[in-house]
């Protein structure tokens, strides 16, 4: 058996790969601020995961219940938190000066995944241009990045991708 003289790389790809493609910012001040933005966006997913989509061992009636008070107080605390820090940016869509980071790519798919996975019969999703603009301005940014739009073109994407409809159709509300 012959070993290889190089080791391998101890960094999982989800540290390298945003390093390598700028994800965590300019400097050490940014990435501070977008792991800041990633953990609390992580934290989010966990308990989305956790109380909506796998509450599986929860009685129906009981899942609508839970999904309706995960709104109501987790997400709506999440959106009040993180509208302040993208006002504070300048509302453009971005966490982190003018360009897209991880955290951004990560709290549109928390956005989106919201929209996707919930209870049928729950109470409406609290994200909207309206009630929310700061983040779903920062959906829309990362939606419309030019490497996002092109992956969407592609035949692959076109495989995978869900039956046609905006992620807020209640076309694809998880039952």
Known sequence: MELS?????????SVT????????GKNEYEKHKVEE???STDGALLAHSIKVVRAVDIPPEKRV????????????KF???HEAHLERNG????????STT???????????????LRSS????VPFSAEKSPNLWRLRETVNNHPSLAEWRKSQRYQELKLPPGDCSSSSKIWR
């Open 91 to 98: 509302s453009n869509g971005h966490y982190v000066s003018q």
């Open 17 to 24: 790969w945003p390093r390598k493609f700028d994800l965590y």
């Open 79 to 81: 959106i009040t938190i």
């Open 37 to 39: 933005y990633l953990s």
């Open 121 to 124: 019969g729950a109470d409406e």
């Open 102 to 116: 991880l955290a951004d790519l990560k709290t549109a798919l928390f956005i989106d995944r919201v929209f996707y």
């Open 65 to 76: 219940e839970q999904t309706s008070k995960f709104y109501a107080e987790e997400v709506l």
């Open 5 to 13: 003289s190089s080791l391998p790389n101890p960094q999982p790809l």
